[in-house]
C-alpha cells in the first residue's frame, strides 16, 4: 500500500460518519422537523455500540446496539416536540447536552478498554482492481452502508410515494395534513431514521475510526453535519459532496500541519470549515434552486385543527 | 352507476350540523339536501360559515353537533381520506398546494398509490387539456399564478372521480371563457350523476349554472331557492339581508399625471415567469386605471415593479408625482404619496401571525414615521396611536372581527382583504396601486372596497387596478388597458370598450391602431 492509498483510505474514514449522520437529518428535516441533537444521538450511538460489542464480542452486535442507541433516543425528541409540542431548538439542544451526559457515564468502566475493531470486508474481483480496489472494496461493513443509504436516501426521496408525502409534510404540513397524510406518525419515523443514521454514524468512530470509547468522542461531528445539512440545500449528493470534501480537507490539513509548512496550525485546522462552507454557498447561489429544496414548515410546530 | 337510487334518496343529506367555535357558533344548526345530479350553490358573505360547513363536509373538521348522511347511510367523516373514500373531492379556496413540488407531484399525492407518477402526469395533462385547463405537470407551484394554481386544484379533484365535488370560489381567477369552459365540464360532471356543491359570490354565475342554492348568514341557512327563478338582487338580499349599496362614479376632469411609466421592460425573474416588454401608461389625478387581462400574463410582475418590489435600473422608467424612482425601493415610494395592495393577503399583504395594529405599524412605520414612532432616533412606537389609527380603519371598513385587536390570520379572506385596503386609504394616498382588490371576497365587502377605490379617486388621487375580474372593472375605471403576455394595451376610456373587445385584447389580438401607439409614448 503506498502513502495515496493510505490517505484516501483515511478520507473515507473521516467522512463516512458524516456521510451517514447528515443523510440522516436530511430525511428529518425535509419532514420539517428540525432536530438538533444529532451531537448527541452520535455519541449515544457511539457509546451503545462499543459497549454491545465489548459485552457480546461481536462488532456487528455492536453495530446494533448503536443503531439502536441512536434510534431510541431521537425517540424521546419526537415525543416532546411531536406529541407535546415542544419547542425544537431546545428539545434538540437539550438532547445532545443528555446524550453527552448518558454517554458519559454508561462509558465510565469502558474508558481505556482495546476496543472490538469491525473487520474489513473484501468484494471477490472487484478488491482485486489496482489502487481503487483496496480503497473502496476492501472496506468495512458501515462505509458500504453509507453508500447504499446514499442511493436509498435519493431514490426514496425523489422516486418513491413515500418519499414525495414526507417532502409534502415539509413543505406544509397543513396542506399534507387536508389531504389526509399522517403528518406526526411520519415525522416520527423520519426522526426515527435521522436518529438511526447518527447511532450508526456513532458505531463507525466507536468501532473503525478509533477502536475505543474516549468520552465526548463525537467531538463537534453533529453539529458539522448540521451545517452540510443545510448548506448542500438538503440534497444528498451535496450532502456526500459536502461530507467528503470536510474529510479530504481534514485529513490533507493533517498531513501539511506534519510537513511543517511554516502555516500556523489554527488556519490549517480551520481550513476543512471554511472549505466547505465556500464550495456549497458556490453550489447553493442559486436561489430558486434553493427555495424549491428548502423544507418551508422547517421547525414549525404542526397541531391538527380540531 | 345507479342513477335512479341517486335521485330518490339525496346523495349528501345534513341535519342539525353545528360547530362551536368556544362559544361561537361558525354554523348553527345547518340542514342541507343535495341530489344526485345536481349543481348546489352554497351562498353566504365572508364569515357566514359557508368555508366551516364545507370543512365539515371534507373531513377538515369535525362538527360539534349534527348528522351527515351519504346516501342514505349515517357517516362521520373522520378525515379528507375518509371523504375521498366516500367519493367527495374538493378544491379549496386557499390552495392546499405544495409550492416546492411540481404540477404532476402535486397531484400525485391525492392520488390512488399504485399509478405511477408518469401516468398521472400524462393522465393530468390530458384532463387538463379535455377542460381547458392548460398545466404543465413539470412546472413548480412556486413559479405559478394565483390563476395558475387553481387549475392545479380543479384538475386534482376532477382527477378522484368524485360522485360529489365541492368548488370553492372557483372562476374568480378565470377569465369569462375559462369559466365557461369550466361550466361545460360542470355540465358535464352533472349529466353523468354527480353532483357539484359550489360555492361562489358571483350571483350571475350562480343563476346560470345552479339548479338549487341554499342561503348562509351568521351560520345559519337564511334561504333555500332556486336561483334561476331569482334576480342577482333578490339573491343578494338573502345573503348579506340589506340591499348591496350600488358603486356610484361620477367621471371628473383629471388633473397632473401621478403615475408615469414609459418603455418598461423587465427580463423573467425565474423560468416560468413572465417578461415585461415595452410597458407604457400613465395615470392621472381623478382616474381609474384598470388591468385587466388573464392570470400570469405579467400582472404580479408589473405590481411588483411599480411598488418597488423589484426595482428597475433605469431609474427614468417609473415615474411618481414628477420624480424618478425606477430605482427607489417600496418605502420611498411610500414617501412620495404612494400606497402599494399586493394580491396576496396572508404572508404579503400581512403577517399572518401578527394583530392587525403591528400590522398597521409595519406597512406605514417609514412613511406615517411622525404619527406612530417618537422619541425621535430610539423610535418609540406609539401604541396610543397606532391602536387608534387601527380602530378607525377598522370602522371605516366595517371590518368584522372577533376581539379587540386579533391577529389577521383570524380574520375572514374578505374582512382582512377590507382591513389592508383600509390601512391604505387611511393614508389618503396620492396614488394607490392595488393588485386584485376583491380576489375571493364576498359581494358585500367587495362592493365596499370598490366604492372606496371610487371615493379615493374622487378625493383626487389616482388609482391604478389590476384585475382578472371584468365586472369589476367595469363598475369602478374611467380607464382601461389589457395586459397580454406582459405587453400592456394602450388605455381605452372605459365607456368605448365592449367586453368581446377586452376578451380579444386578453387574448393577445391587437388591433393596427394608426399612430395609437406613438401618441401614448408621447
Same mark, same amino acid.
Given at each position: 500500500?503506498?502513502?495515496?492509498? !493510505?490517505i484516501?483510505?483515511t478520507?473515507?474514514? !473521516?467522512?463516512?460518519?458524516?456521510?451517514i449522520?447528515?443523510?440522516?437529518e436530511l430525511v428529518?428535516?425535509?419532514s420539517? @422537523?428540525?432536530?438538533?441533537?444529532?451531537?448527541?444521538?452520535m455519541?449515544?450511538?457511539?457509546?451503545?455500540?462499543?459497549?454491545g460489542?465489548?459485552?457480546?464480542?461481536?462488532?456487528y452486535?455492536?453495530?446494533?446496539?448503536?443503531?439502536?442507541?441512536?434510534?431510541?433516543s431521537?425517540?424521546?425528541?419526537a415525543?416532546?416536540?411531536?406529541?407535546?409540542?415542544?419547542?425544537q431548538?431546545?428539545?434538540?439542544?437539550?438532547?445532545?447536552?443528555?446524550?453527552?451526559?448518558?454517554?458519559?457515564?454508561i462509558?465510565?468502566?469502558?474508558?481505556?478498554?482495546?476496543? @472490538?475493531?469491525?473487520?474489513?470486508?473484501a468484494?471477490?474481483?472487484?478488491s482485486?482492481?489496482?489502487v481503487?480496489?483496496?480503497v473502496l472494496?476492501?472496506?468495512?461493513?458501515?462505509?458500504?452502508?453509507?453508500?447504499?443509504?446514499l442511493?436509498?436516501?435519493?431514490w426514496?426521496?425523489?422516486r418513491?410515494? !413515500?418519499?414525495l408525502?414526507?417532502?409534502?409534510i415539509?413543505?406544509?404540513?397543513?396542506?399534507?395534513?387536508?389531504?389526509?397524510?399522517?403528518?406526526i406518525?411520519?415525522?416520527?419515523?423520519?426522526?426515527?431514521?435521522?436518529?438511526?443514521?447518527?447511532?450508526l454514524?456513532g458505531?463507525?468512530?466507536?468501532?473503525?475510526?478509533?477502536?475505543?470509547?474516549?468520552?465526548?468522542m463525537?467531538?463537534?461531528r453533529g453539529?458539522?453535519?448540521?451545517?452540510? @445539512? @443545510?448548506?448542500?440545500s438538503w440534497?444528498?449528493?451535496?450532502?456526500?459532496?459536502?461530507?467528503?470534501?470536510?474529510g479530504?480537507?481534514?485529513?490533507l490539513?493533517l498531513?501539511?500541519?506534519?510537513?511543517?509548512?511554516?502555516?500556523?496550525?489554527?488556519?490549517?485546522?480551520?481550513l476543512?470549515?471554511?472549505a466547505?462552507?465556500?464550495?456549497?454557498?458556490?453550489?447553493?447561489?442559486?436561489?430558486?434552486t434553493t427555495?424549491?429544496?428548502?423544507?418551508?414548515?422547517l421547525?414549525?410546530?404542526f397541531v391538527?385543527?380540531? | 352507476?345507479?342513477v335512479?337510487?341517486?335521485?330518490a334518496?339525496?346523495?349528501l343529506s345534513?341535519?342539525?350540523?353545528t360547530?362551536?367555535f368556544?362559544s361561537?357558533?361558525?354554523?348553527?344548526?345547518i340542514?342541507l339536501?343535495i341530489?344526485?345530479?345536481?349543481?348546489?350553490?352554497?351562498l353566504?358573505?365572508?364569515?357566514?360559515g359557508?368555508?366551516? %360547513?364545507?370543512?365539515?363536509?371534507?373531513?377538515?373538521?369535525?362538527p360539534?353537533?349534527?348528522?351527515?348522511?351519504?346516501?342514505?347511510q349515517?357517516v362521520?367523516?373522520?378525515?379528507?381520506?375518509e371523504?375521498?373514500?366516500?367519493?367527495?373531492g374538493?378544491?379549496?379556496?386557499?390552495?392546499?398546494?405544495?409550492?416546492?413540488?411540481?404540477?404532476?407531484?402535486? #397531484?400525485?399525492?391525492?392520488?390512488? +398509490?399504485?399509478?405511477?407518477?408518469?401516468q398521472i402526469?400524462?393522465?393530468?395533462a390530458?384532463?387538463?387539456k379535455?377542460y381547458?385547463?392548460?398545466?404543465?405537470?413539470?412546472?413548480?407551484?412556486?413559479?405559478?399564478?394565483?390563476?395558475?394554481?387553481q387549475?392545479?386544484?380543479?384538475?386534482r379533484?376532477?382527477?378522484q372521480n368524485?360522485?360529489?365535488?365541492?368548488l370553492?370560489?372557483?372562476t374568480? $381567477?378565470l377569465?369569462?371563457?375559462?369559466a365557461d369552459?369550466?361550466?361545460?365540464?360542470?355540465f358535464?360532471?352533472?349529466g353523468?350523476?354527480?353532483?357539484?356543491?359550489?360555492?361562489?359570490?358571483?350571483?350571475?354565475?350562480?343563476?346560470?349554472?345552479?339548479?338549487?342554492a341554499?342561503?348562509?348568514?351568521?351560520?345559519?341557512?337564511?334561504g333555500?331557492?332556486?336561483?334561476?327563478?331569482?334576480? +342577482?338582487?333578490?339573491?343578494?338580499r338573502?345573503?348579506?339581508g340589506?340591499? #348591496?349599496?350600488?358603486?356610484?362614479?361620477?367621471?371628473?376632469a383629471?388633473?397632473?399625471?401621478?403615475? =408615469?411609466?414609459?418603455?418598461?421592460?423587465?427580463?423573467?425573474?425565474t423560468?416560468?415567469?413572465?417578461?415585461?416588454?415595452?410597458?407604457?401608461?400613465?395615470?392621472?389625478?381623478?382616474?381609474? %386605471?384598470?388591468?385587466?387581462?388573464v392570470?400570469?400574463?405579467?400582472q404580479?410582475?408589473?405590481?411588483?415593479?411599480?411598488?418597488?418590489?423589484?426595482t428597475?435600473?433605469?431609474a427614468?422608467?417609473?415615474r411618481?408625482?414628477g420624480? =424618478?424612482?425606477?430605482?427607489?425601493?417600496?418605502n420611498?415610494?411610500?414617501l412620495l404619496?404612494a400606497?402599494?395592495?399586493?394580491?396576496?393577503?396572508?404572508?404579503?399583504?400581512? $403577517?399572518?401571525?401578527?394583530?392587525?395594529?403591528?400590522n398597521?405599524?409595519?406597512?406605514r412605520?417609514q412613511? =406615517?414615521?411622525?404619527?406612530?414612532?417618537g422619541?425621535?432616533?430610539?423610535s418609540?412606537?406609539?401604541h396610543?396611536?397606532?391602536r387608534?389609527?387601527t380602530?378607525?380603519?377598522?370602522a371605516e371598513?366595517?371590518?368584522?372581527k372577533?376581539?379587540?385587536d386579533?391577529?389577521?390570520?383570524?380574520?375572514?379572506?374578505g374582512?382582512l382583504?377590507?382591513?389592508?385596503?383600509?390601512?391604505?386609504?387611511?393614508?389618503?394616498p396620492?396614488?394607490?396601486?392595488?393588485?386584485?382588490?376583491?380576489w375571493?371576497?364576498?359581494a358585500?365587502a367587495?362592493?365596499?372596497?370598490?366604492?372606496?377605490?371610487?371615493?379615493?379617486?374622487?378625493?383626487g388621487?389616482? $388609482?391604478?387596478?389590476?384585475?382578472?375580474d371584468? =365586472?369589476?372593472?367595469?363598475?369602478i375605471?374611467t380607464n382601461?388597458?389589457?395586459?397580454?403576455?406582459?405587453?400592456l394595451?394602450?388605455?381605452?376610456?372605459?365607456?368605448?370598450?365592449?367586453l368581446?373587445?377586452?376578451?380579444?385584447?386578453?387574448?393577445?389580438i391587437h388591433e393596427?391602431?394608426?399612430?395609437?401607439?406613438a401618441?401614448?409614448?408621447h
Amino acid at each position: 500500500m503506498n502513502i495515496w492509498e !493510505a490517505i484516501l483510505l483515511t478520507v473515507i474514514t !473521516a467522512s463516512t460518519p458524516l456521510v451517514i449522520a447528515a443523510l440522516g437529518e436530511l430525511v428529518t428535516e425535509r419532514s420539517g @422537523v428540525l432536530n438538533l441533537g444529532v451531537e448527541g444521538m452520535m455519541i449515544i450511538g457511539a457509546v451503545a455500540a462499543f459497549v454491545g460489542a465489548q459485552l457480546s464480542g461481536s462488532p456487528y452486535v455492536g453495530i446494533l446496539c448503536g443503531i439502536a442507541g441512536g434510534a431510541v433516543s431521537s425517540q424521546l425528541f419526537a415525543f416532546l416536540t411531536l406529541t407535546l409540542v415542544a419547542n425544537q431548538v431546545a428539545t434538540g439542544l437539550a438532547l445532545t447536552l443528555l446524550g453527552l451526559g448518558v454517554s458519559g457515564m454508561i462509558g465510565e468502566g469502558y474508558v481505556s478498554v482495546p476496543g @472490538v475493531r469491525l473487520p474489513e470486508i473484501a468484494i471477490p474481483v472487484l478488491s482485486d482492481v489496482p489502487v481503487i480496489g483496496a480503497v473502496l472494496f476492501r472496506q468495512d461493513l458501515i462505509f458500504y452502508l453509507s453508500i447504499v443509504l446514499l442511493l436509498g436516501v435519493n431514490w426514496f426521496l425523489f422516486r418513491s410515494r !413515500a418519499g414525495l408525502k414526507l417532502r409534502a409534510i415539509g413543505d406544509s404540513h397543513t396542506s399534507a395534513h387536508a389531504l389526509g397524510i399522517h403528518v406526526i406518525r411520519t415525522r416520527y419515523l423520519a426522526v426515527m431514521f435521522g436518529g438511526a443514521c447518527a447511532g450508526l454514524a456513532g458505531a463507525q468512530l466507536s468501532l473503525v475510526y478509533t477502536p475505543q470509547w474516549v468520552e465526548n468522542m463525537s467531538a463537534g461531528r453533529g453539529w458539522i453535519t448540521l451545517a452540510l @445539512v @443545510v448548506f448542500a440545500s438538503w440534497r444528498p449528493w451535496r450532502v456526500f459532496a459536502g461530507g467528503y470534501l470536510f474529510g479530504a480537507v481534514t485529513i490533507l490539513q493533517l498531513h501539511a500541519q506534519a510537513l511543517g509548512l511554516g502555516i500556523p496550525s489554527q488556519y490549517l485546522s480551520m481550513l476543512p470549515y471554511a472549505a466547505t462552507i465556500v464550495v456549497l454557498i458556490i453550489i447553493s447561489h442559486n436561489r430558486r434552486t434553493t427555495m424549491i429544496n428548502t423544507p418551508a414548515s422547517l421547525g414549525k410546530a404542526f397541531v391538527p385543527e380540531r | 352507476m345507479t342513477v335512479s337510487d341517486a335521485s330518490a334518496v339525496p346523495l349528501l343529506s345534513v341535519r342539525g350540523l353545528t360547530k362551536l367555535f368556544g362559544s361561537f357558533a361558525a354554523c348553527n344548526e345547518i340542514d342541507l339536501d343535495i341530489a344526485g345530479g345536481e349543481i348546489h350553490a352554497l351562498l353566504g358573505e365572508n364569515g357566514a360559515g359557508k368555508s366551516t %360547513l364545507v370543512k365539515m363536509l371534507f373531513g377538515v373538521l369535525q362538527p360539534s353537533a349534527g348528522q351527515i348522511t351519504w346516501q342514505g347511510q349515517a357517516v362521520s367523516i373522520g378525515s379528507p381520506a375518509e371523504a375521498r373514500k366516500l367519493g367527495i373531492g374538493m378544491v379549496f379556496q386557499h390552495f392546499s398546494l405544495f409550492e416546492a413540488l411540481t404540477v404532476g407531484e402535486n #397531484i400525485a399525492l391525492s392520488l390512488d +398509490p399504485k399509478i405511477s407518477l408518469a401516468q398521472i402526469s400524462d393522465e393530468a395533462a390530458s384532463l387538463s387539456k379535455a377542460y381547458g385547463l392548460p398545466l404543465d405537470p413539470k412546472a413548480h407551484v412556486a413559479d405559478l399564478s394565483v390563476g395558475e394554481r387553481q387549475r392545479i386544484e380543479i384538475v386534482r379533484a376532477l382527477l378522484q372521480n368524485p360522485r360529489l365535488i365541492i368548488l370553492d370560489e372557483p372562476t374568480s $381567477v378565470l377569465t369569462p371563457q375559462e369559466a365557461d369552459r369550466l361550466f361545460e365540464t360542470l355540465f358535464k360532471l352533472r349529466g353523468e350523476g354527480r353532483s357539484v356543491l359550489y360555492i361562489s359570490h358571483r350571483l350571475e354565475e350562480v343563476r346560470r349554472i345552479c339548479d338549487r342554492a341554499t342561503v348562509l348568514r351568521h351560520g345559519r341557512v337564511t334561504g333555500a331557492c332556486d336561483p334561476r327563478q331569482e334576480t +342577482p338582487a333578490s339573491l343578494a338580499r338573502m345573503m348579506v339581508g340589506s340591499e #348591496i349599496a350600488e358603486v356610484h362614479r361620477e367621471v371628473l376632469a383629471p388633473g397632473e399625471v401621478r403615475l =408615469d411609466v414609459s418603455r418598461l421592460s423587465v427580463p423573467a425573474r425565474t423560468p416560468f415567469g413572465v417578461s415585461l416588454k415595452d410597458v407604457s401608461l400613465s395615470v392621472r389625478a381623478g382616474e381609474v %386605471l384598470a388591468i385587466a387581462g388573464v392570470a400570469g400574463n405579467g400582472q404580479g410582475e408589473l405590481f411588483d415593479v411599480l411598488s418597488g418590489e423589484v426595482t428597475v435600473s433605469d431609474a427614468k422608467a417609473i415615474r411618481i408625482r414628477g420624480r =424618478d424612482v425606477g430605482d427607489l425601493g417600496i418605502n420611498g415610494r411610500r414617501l412620495l404619496g404612494a400606497s402599494f395592495v399586493p394580491e396576496e393577503r396572508h404572508g404579503h399583504g400581512a $403577517v399572518t401571525g401578527m394583530p392587525l395594529s403591528d400590522n398597521l405599524l409595519l406597512a406605514r412605520s417609514q412613511s =406615517d414615521r411622525k404619527s406612530f414612532l417618537g422619541g425621535g432616533i430610539f423610535s418609540v412606537i406609539r401604541h396610543a396611536s397606532i391602536r387608534s389609527a387601527t380602530q378607525r380603519v377598522c370602522a371605516e371598513m366595517d371590518v368584522r372581527k372577533s376581539g379587540e385587536d386579533p391577529s389577521a390570520g383570524a380574520l375572514s379572506g374578505g374582512n382582512l382583504q377590507k382591513f389592508i385596503v383600509g390601512r391604505e386609504l387611511d393614508r389618503q394616498p396620492a396614488l394607490l396601486i392595488v393588485n386584485q382588490p376583491t380576489w375571493g371576497v364576498d359581494a358585500g365587502a367587495a362592493s365596499r372596497i370598490r366604492q372606496a377605490l371610487i371615493d379615493l379617486a374622487k378625493a383626487g388621487s389616482a $388609482v391604478v387596478v389590476i384585475s382578472q375580474d371584468l =365586472d369589476e372593472i367595469f363598475e369602478i375605471a374611467t380607464n382601461i388597458a389589457v395586459i397580454s403576455e406582459g405587453r400592456l394595451s394602450e388605455p381605452y376610456p372605459a365607456g368605448t370598450l365592449t367586453l368581446e373587445r377586452i376578451g380579444l385584447l386578453m387574448g393577445g389580438i391587437h388591433e393596427t391602431h394608426s399612430g395609437g401607439e406613438a401618441a401614448h409614448a408621447h
